[in-house]
Nanobody, 127 residues
């Protein structure tokens, strides 16, 4: 089982940037695709971004394309989400997730492919 701990959330103004981090432990991080999801109040959890185990393949939700960038540092067992040009509609709890299987297809962003989740970090975009 993998443990995931997110950090970096906070309260920012529209147009600002934030970088979320997710530190993983408990299994070979570099073998697993990773993803970011978010859940706004009263809404279902939705896909944001995902990255393959070696970092060469990335996928984004249409709502964040061109503004958010997912990356990973396998030497540090950490995945990042750089969020630029933040909008009020980006307000949500952001969750880091790890693929159920090594070398799996989680990088496509399908929630069912992810079996381990962090506790979430709150991002609030408000003026």
């Amino acid at each position: 089982q993998v443990q995931l701990v997110e950090s970096g959330g906070g309260l920012v103004q529209p147009g600002d940037s934030l970088r979320l981090s997710c530190a993983a432990s408990g299994r070979t991080f570099s073998n697993y695709a990773m993803g970011w999801f978010r859940q706004a109040p009263g809404k279902e959890r939705e896909f944001v971004a995902a990255i393959s185990w070696e970092g060469g393949r990335k996928n984004y939700a249409d709502s964040v394309k061109g503004r958010f960038t997912i990356s990973r540092d396998n030497a540090k067992n950490t995945v990042y989400l750089q969020m630029n040009s933040l909008k009020p509609e980006d307000t949500a709890v952001y969750y880091c997730a790890a693929d159920r299987s090594p070398w799996g297809s989680g990088y496509t962003g399908k929630q069912a492919d992810f079996g381990s989740w962090g506790q979430g970090t709150q991002v609030t975009v408000s003026s």
